[in-house]
């Protein structure tokens, strides 16, 4: 008998001595090319998107060949008739371009996860334009979680509609509807100042997030800052926001809409707490 101590790192089992086999095989599976010197399990939901490769190689979204950009991984996976959930991994860096998607039946659920707020970089451009859609939109989803990652440069950065659960944690939102410009987001100007860049191609009608006709919506440890709007959530059933601070917008930080305010539409049984508005 030999002693083999076993480890496991990084979805690898390692066998130390190494462990062989002439012949054997549990399911189908032969053992000899799963075990011998370690198997490595590839979770099929995960879709890896790293902006930094600019290698060339066939993009599936594993590990060693990740999708480049967020916008062609997107069109890949989340295609009408695709139903299995897909966890988004993006890498540190820039991810540009608006996405935009429309299913016929809400029957996919999906996450958008980046390397953290300050290193994820979702823009709908480079730099603003008023001209610019909405950064990620999308309609008739399941479930819908987007976490650790920035958002700029659109019309809305967030705008999920005619979806199941929404989830938005640990996200930064700067220059949406807005391009920012430090004297009219610290209210310094005169009204009629205010009014111009209003109206102006400096800003469009848009904001942080616009999230419509969701029947749950959890939005926890967002800051948002030099955009036209907060955080809009419109005919949404429940909810909960959560420790969120607004800096220096044009317009309200955050406002539970209706569509037609006439008193038959609107928000319900939402819970705001630990979130603060400052300039």
Known sequence: K????????????????AVSFTSAAVGGVDIAAALA????????HVCYVDSARVDAYTETGAAPTPYKTLSAAVTAKLTNAATGFVSFRLASGNYDGVISVDKDTA?????????????TFIRGAATFASTTGNVLYFRDFLDITVRDVSISNGLYGFYPRSCRNI???????VHL?????????????????QAAFWASNQTS???????RDCVDVRIDNCRTSYCLRGLRIQ?????????????????SFIYLAAGTYDGGSGCTNFYISGCVADT
């Open 235 to 251: 005919d949404c059933s429940a909810g909960c926001i959560t420790n969120c601070r607004g800096y220096k917008l044009l317009e």
């Open 37 to 44: 010197g370690g198997h490595q399990h590839t979770d099929s």
């Open 107 to 119: 029957n996919q659920s999906f996450e958008i996860v980046g390397a953290g707020r300050n290193s």
């Open 177 to 193: 509807g807005s391009d920012g410009q430090e004297k009219y987001h610290d209210q310094s100007e005169s009204m009629a100042s």
């Open 2 to 17: 030999v002693k083999r101590d076993v480890a496991y790192q990084n979805d690898v089992i390692t066998f130390t001595p």
């Open 167 to 173: 989830k938005l944690m640990n996200c930064e939102f």
């Open 205 to 211: 009608n848009g904001g942080t997030c616009r999230i």
